[in-house]
């Protein structure tokens, strides 16, 4: 009841404003004499009513003003919510083109079917980005989300508890149809110690959970080709992060 009350008191005060207004016009007019306690002390409920009346049109008045702002804060919310996708899909164009060459060539490399696909996240202000994806299946190379930030999610199991080949169930609901994943981290460049900071994650992903194509060692010598690529051709993690960081 009070959720319901606190949704929808605004409806209450429309209909009671009308109705408090006609009855203090027909209490000014005498409508009401025939009640003896009006009769005798018609100013307290005059007085009573103009309370009532200015109570509520305070209510009314902030609620308004309350929807203006949040009109106002939506607005704003969807003018950059369209920024950072506009941001995003520019990216996005600038890099996918030459990095799903380089995924086709890999998934030739690893004869892949169209059965396979593989993805390309970068990891920024604790979200995954999708920039990269390839597979010889149009439906299946497909982007759904642009980043991905549920906790819950493997990607995220996998980043926090390390790389992983495993057997998954497909995700009706998402139109998942992968039974089978691998995770590969994408490190920084540093000479001195290459696989010291990850900054992504390679995800390859077949509709076939009992596949052998998915051996460990080809895995790691695709991931460790892609990563050459990103960090000596793209460069795309510094250019990422100055973006979040400037508030884009």
Known sequence: M???????????????????G?????????????IKDIKLHPVNYIVGLSIISIV??????IYVLKQTNLKKEVSELNEENRFLKELISNFKYQISQPLEDKLYKL???????NKCRITVYTHTTDRFFSIGRYSQNTSYKKFGRIAIKDKDELIFRAWNNGELIEVIKPDKARN??????????????NEHHPNKDKFGVVVFETTQKNTKKFNSAKLDVAVKSINDFLNNTMDIRQDLNFAMKEGL
Do not use: C, R
């Open 56 to 61: 509520l049109l305070i209510i009314k008045f």
């Open 107 to 113: 998934s030739k490399e690893l004869t892949f079917d």
């Open 176 to 189: 998942m149809k992968s039974e089978k994943i691998a995770i590969k981290y994408l490190y920084e460049k």
């Open 22 to 34: 006609i009855i203090f016009t027909l209490l000014i007019e005498g409508k009401f004499n025939e």
């Open 2 to 20: 009070k959720i319901w009350l606190k949704n929808n008191y605004h409806h209450i005060v429309d209909l009671l404003i009308p109705v408090v």
